[in-house]
């Protein structure tokens, strides 16, 4: 059976694109899936450091387009866990290295061998985000509780649906307590505005931080928020979409909650 | 059966446009029943053309036949809606000029304007969905939306603007000079409007959730509560934009 490509993709930089497209990557093959993760930033290249893969790239996905080396040369292998790869970017080439023919005719190789190619999009709608998208069967948009990126997201969103693309919408850096103080744009507020499909809400995780340092993918993480956000993310994209979407909720901090937290009184 | 019946006899009536009305010709020397059979026959493919028009009945240079005339003019009136149904003459028409406003001045007091819309024509480019950042709609006519306008679309109609929904773009009505123009939106937070030359920034909310209808006074925006003002309250007629 032929894979699927997810383009991971947002607009605006820094909103968490390429933790995502690790997180998720990382969340699917822990599921038992095939899955590739392609940093199709060209120039900027970070999903290996996340991936704490980046002392092993020889080749890199501009080497593949332009036939160069073999696909498989390019795939790096996870060492932790099964069934992971990564095709890095190229760290000194521009994006303008890249054709959406040549980056296709990958695709294609990609998804007969892997059910899940996760394509971590650059920021910006220029040609990096077109020799993405080209390929996508799937996206998915991240977005942070801000007016900017809201409004990067939707034009992203304008642009995927006019390339035949339905995207999912992935709330990310959200943090309970200022949406509950009415300082932060609620997870509904994002939503009335984007009006597209939600596939999940991460909150904001100081793990994140922790994670892309060392390389340890976040959904290895057990007590990471995040990194649970994502592996439930990845659940409902691989065949289990009823698993109930969490709203990320303000932690009590007092003294008494923390002993009732700890009597396992509350949660 | 039909065909043969039109190309074998010389047909009774004849039917032509003429200005913004219908000449019709006839000979009122066939038989009356004839006559009324062809004008049906000739009016009924342009029902939707006829409501409110006026028609001048030619039937030459001759006398009498009040009843005949009588006649036509009730079928016209009454299965076709037409305006007015005049008879033409060769005296008026020697007049010249003269009579194309004896028919007009006529015509225009029959008309009934609480029909004016039948036949008054208006275009609107009607849209349904979600207009996003980084999207541009631009028609001659007027727009009206079904949805939302997020913050980063931009809407410009020739006429006006109507936002079924919430309105956070940037809208310019009444290009490029048309300040008579208008923009409404059930939830009015635009980050620019412009009528005609007139362009407002920092649009104030004043009127949260409600209805707004922004026009231009005395070279400024004013933005109106929609259900208050009901600024379409005064004109008796459903009338056309």
């Given at each position: 059976m032929e894979g699927k490509i997810i383009v991971v993709t947002s607009g605006k930089g820094g909103v968490g694109k390429t933790t995502a497209t690790a997180s998720i990557g990382a969340a699917l093959a822990l599921e038992g899936n095939r899955v590739a993760v392609i940093d199709m930033d060209i120039g900027l290249r970070n999903l290996d450091v996340v991936l704490g893969?980046?002392?092993?790239?020889?080749?890199?996905?501009?080497?593949?387009?332009?036939?160069?080396?073999?696909?498989?040369?390019?795939?790096?292998?996870?060492r932790r866990i099964e069934n992971l790869f990564l095709v890095p970017a190229s760290q000194s080439d521009n994006k303008d290295v890249l054709t959406p023919l040549g980056v296709q005719r990958?695709?294609?190789?990609?998804?007969?061998?892997?059910?899940?190619?996760?394509?971590d999009s650059p920021a910006g709608i220029e040609k990096g985000f077109e020799n993405s998208v080209v390929a996508a069967d799937e996206a998915i948009v991240i977005c942070t509780p801000d007016v900017s990126s809201i409004r990067d997201a939707d034009r992203v969103i304008g642009l995927l649906y006019a390339r035949s693309i339905t995207p999912r919408l992935v709330v990310n850096r959200i943090i309970p307590e200022m949406v509950a103080r009415g300082d932060m744009l609620s997870h509904e507020d994002v939503m009335d505005v984007l009006s597209i499909d939600l596939l999940g809400l991460v909150?904001?995780?100081?793990?994140?931080?922790?994670?892309?340092?060392?390389?340890?993918?976040?959904?290895?993480?057990?007590?990471?928020?995040?990194?649970?956000?994502?592996?439930?993310?990845?659940?409902?994209?691989?065949?289990?979409p009823e698993i109930p979407i969490q709203v990320p909720t303000a932690m009590k901090t007092g003294f008494w909650s923390k002993i009732t937290q700890k009597l396992g009184l509350t949660k | 059966m039909e065909k043969s019946l039109v190309t074998n006899e010389i047909s009774a009536v004849k039917l032509r446009g003429v200005g913004d009305g219908f000449k019709l010709t006839l000979d009122p020397t066939m038989p009356?029943?004839?006559?009324?059979?062809?004008?049906?026959?000739?009016?009924?493919?342009?029902?939707?053309?006829?409501?409110?028009?006026k028609v001048v009945l030619d039937i030459g240079n001759v006398q009498g036949y009040d009843n005949l005339i009588r006649d036509i003019k009730f079928l016209l009136k009454s299965r076709f809606d037409v305006g007015g149904v005049i008879q033409h003459s060769e005296k008026i028409s020697g007049v010249g000029k003269d009579s194309g406003s004896t028919i007009n001045h006529r015509s225009n007091s029959n008309k009934d304007n609480s029909r004016g819309w039948v036949t008054d024509r208006s275009d609107a480019l009607i849209l349904t969905g979600r207009v996003r950042s980084g999207q541009k709609i631009e028609t001659q006519s007027h727009l009206i939306?079904?949805?939302?306008?997020?913050?980063?679309?931009?809407?410009?109609?020739?006429?006006?603007?109507?936002?079924?929904?919430?309105?956070?773009?940037?809208?310019?009505?009444?290009?490029?000079?048309?300040?008579?123009?208008f923009v409404m939106a059930l939830d009015f937070r635009p980050t620019q409007v412009q009528i005609g030359g007139v362009v407002s920034i920092e649009i104030n909310s004043e009127f949260v959730g409600k209805p707004v209808f922004a026009t231009v006074k005395d070279n400024k925006i004013i933005t109106e509560d929609y259900i208050k003002t009901q600024p379409f309250g005064k004109i008796q007629w459903p009338t056309v934009m």
């Amino acid at each position: 059976m032929e894979g699927k490509i997810i383009v991971v993709t947002s607009g605006k930089g820094g909103v968490g694109k390429t933790t995502a497209t690790a997180s998720i990557g990382a969340a699917l093959a822990l599921e038992g899936n095939r899955v590739a993760v392609i940093d199709m930033d060209i120039g900027l290249r970070n999903l290996d450091v996340v991936l704490g893969l980046e002392n092993r790239i020889v080749f890199n996905i501009v080497d593949v387009v332009n036939k160069r080396c073999n696909l498989s040369q390019a795939l790096i292998r996870d060492r932790r866990i099964e069934n992971l790869f990564l095709v890095p970017a190229s760290q000194s080439d521009n994006k303008d290295v890249l054709t959406p023919l040549g980056v296709q005719r990958v695709a294609k190789q990609l998804k007969s061998e892997f059910d899940y190619v996760i394509m971590d999009s650059p920021a910006g709608i220029e040609k990096g985000f077109e020799n993405s998208v080209v390929a996508a069967d799937e996206a998915i948009v991240i977005c942070t509780p801000d007016v900017s990126s809201i409004r990067d997201a939707d034009r992203v969103i304008g642009l995927l649906y006019a390339r035949s693309i339905t995207p999912r919408l992935v709330v990310n850096r959200i943090i309970p307590e200022m949406v509950a103080r009415g300082d932060m744009l609620s997870h509904e507020d994002v939503m009335d505005v984007l009006s597209i499909d939600l596939l999940g809400l991460v909150p904001m995780d100081d793990q994140v931080v922790v994670s892309t340092n060392t390389g340890m993918p976040l959904v290895m993480q057990n007590q990471s928020l995040a990194g649970q956000a994502f592996r439930r993310i990845a659940k409902r994209i691989n065949g289990e979409p009823e698993i109930p979407i969490q709203v990320p909720t303000a932690m009590k901090t007092g003294f008494w909650s923390k002993i009732t937290q700890k009597l396992g009184l509350t949660k | 059966m039909e065909k043969s019946l039109v190309t074998n006899e010389i047909s009774a009536v004849k039917l032509r446009g003429v200005g913004d009305g219908f000449k019709l010709t006839l000979d009122p020397t066939m038989p009356e029943e004839v006559i009324l059979k062809e004008i049906t026959a000739l009016f009924e493919p342009l029902k939707h053309l006829s409501v409110n028009t006026k028609v001048v009945l030619d039937i030459g240079n001759v006398q009498g036949y009040d009843n005949l005339i009588r006649d036509i003019k009730f079928l016209l009136k009454s299965r076709f809606d037409v305006g007015g149904v005049i008879q033409h003459s060769e005296k008026i028409s020697g007049v010249g000029k003269d009579s194309g406003s004896t028919i007009n001045h006529r015509s225009n007091s029959n008309k009934d304007n609480s029909r004016g819309w039948v036949t008054d024509r208006s275009d609107a480019l009607i849209l349904t969905g979600r207009v996003r950042s980084g999207q541009k709609i631009e028609t001659q006519s007027h727009l009206i939306i079904a949805g939302n306008v997020n913050p980063g679309a931009e809407l410009t109609a020739g006429g006006n603007i109507i936002v079924l929904g919430a309105l956070l773009g940037q809208v310019y009505a009444g290009y490029p000079d048309d300040e008579y123009a208008f923009v409404m939106a059930l939830d009015f937070r635009p980050t620019q409007v412009q009528i005609g030359g007139v362009v407002s920034i920092e649009i104030n909310s004043e009127f949260v959730g409600k209805p707004v209808f922004a026009t231009v006074k005395d070279n400024k925006i004013i933005t109106e509560d929609y259900i208050k003002t009901q600024p379409f309250g005064k004109i008796q007629w459903p009338t056309v934009m």
